[in-house]
């Protein structure tokens, strides 16, 4: 049966033919089977990767009415470049209200210092006064002395007779005069302590008003400071170098604070992101080097390092991530996000030419 097939195929030349090709098949799927298996044990490679930069959203801090806008889409901006203005008018009007403000809050404090002051010397006058009674009521008091001594001495006399009834009674009225006099400068002195201790009142409350004034002498500094914030904030600025994306507002647009209007994206750094399989980072190190290889420039290859792992896996990031508890468990194999840096090696040009966003395949030596 052999030697039949044998001259079958020597006396047939197409045969001949389908054996030679047939057995370059086998050698060249051999040998390529043979390569891809000592290269997958020094190599993790994925094509589940993509361009990744800075995306800094431009958000602005106070709402108005657009003004002016300054930039277009795809624009290279430096950072402090103004992008956008926000009609001010209203800004300026509570900066004006808030200047208002704290000239009334320092002309009140004014007026609190000068009660305070003003208080503060009638006390002093109080002070003088009651120290005055005390002195008079001393002097009142050695005159009443006095004559209570004459009387007693007039007294013992006219029991004696040797004075008369006039002499006597002129010693009484002297005694009970000078005693009246004490009375009165009592009551007196009575009278400037309460006052004084009015007057004090008066300097403690005085001195409380001191203190609210300067209160809201503070506040509104606080007022006018945040309204001037508020007024720097219409003019919206590029916070780094990069370029614009589409820019979506007009003159006349009505923007709120808050709300993402547009993007600059940050040239200075470039990464990719690769989400390898979870069964690929057993021999994946951080510093490893990687070969890079972009859709859009197939020819220009780029280089890189393992700079980074995810701390969970992409699925638990999304909205609605698996719940293997539900009793509808299916396992699948999950990927991490590796973050791999460019190395220093590439060219500034060929790194210029990356975008965000663009497909990748990448090739770790774990090896």
């Known amino acids: 049966m052999d030697k039949s097939i044998a001259d079958s195929a020597a006396k047939n030349p197409m045969n001949k033919k389908f054996m030679f090709i047939f057995a370059a098949l086998i050698l060249v799927g051999g040998s390529y089977g043979t390569y891809k298996y000592i290269h997958s044990q020094a190599h993790e490679t994925t094509d589940d990767a993509q361009v990744e930069k800075n995306m800094s959203p431009i958000i602005p801090r106070v709402g108005g009415y657009v003004s002016k806008?300054?930039?277009?889409?795809?624009?290279?901006?430096?950072?402090?470049?103004?992008?956008?203005?926000?009609?001010?008018?209203?800004?300026?009007?509570?900066?004006?209200?808030?200047?208002?403000?704290?000239?009334?809050?320092?002309?009140?404090?004014?007026?609190?210092?000068?009660?305070?002051?003003?208080?503060?010397?009638?006390?002093?006058?109080?002070d003088a006064t009651v120290q005055s009674n005390s002195q008079s009521i001393e002097m009142a008091q050695i005159r009443a002395k006095q004559a209570t001594n004459d009387y007693q001495r007039y007294e013992n006399l006219y029991k004696n007779h040797s004075i008369t009834k006039q002499q006597y009674e002129q010693a009484l009225t002297a005694k009970l005069e000078a005693e009246k006099q004490v009375e009165v400068l009592k009551q007196q002195r009575n009278a400037s302590a309460s006052q004084r201790n009015a007057v004090v009142s008066k300097t403690a409350v005085a001195s409380k008003q001191t203190s609210v004034a300067q209160a809201n002498i503070e506040r509104a500094k606080a007022t006018l400071e945040a309204a001037r914030l508020n007024l720097s904030y219409t003019v919206i600025t590029a916070s780094v170098d990069g370029q614009v994306s589409n820019v979506k507002i007009q003159p006349g647009q009505m923007v709120n604070p808050g709300a993402a209007l547009f993007y600059i994206v940050d040239n200075t750094e470039t990464w990719v992101v690769a989400n390898f399989k979870e069964t690929q980072l057993n021999k994946m190190r951080l510093g490893q080097k990687v070969e890079i290889k972009i859709d859009a420039y197939p020819d220009a290859p780029f280089e890189g390092e393992v700079n980074s792992f995810s701390p969970a896996t992409g699925s638990r990031f999304s909205l609605l991530p698996p719940d293997n508890a539900t009793g509808n468990f299916v396992k699948t194999v999950q990927r991490i996000p590796v973050k791999i840096k460019l190395t220093k090696n590439n060219q500034t040009e060929n790194i210029s030419l990356l975008r965000p966003g663009m497909n990748a395949d990448v090739d770790v030596h774990v090896g």
Do not use: H, R
Not at 83 to 91: P, T
């Open 69 to 126: 806008v300054f930039v277009k889409d795809n624009d290279l901006v430096k950072k402090g470049d103004t992008l956008f203005v926000i009609d001010s008018q209203d800004y300026l009007v509570k900066v004006q209200e808030a200047q208002a403000a704290l000239l009334a809050a320092e002309s009140s404090f004014e007026v609190s210092k000068a009660d305070v002051s003003a208080t503060s010397a009638n006390v002093a006058i109080s």
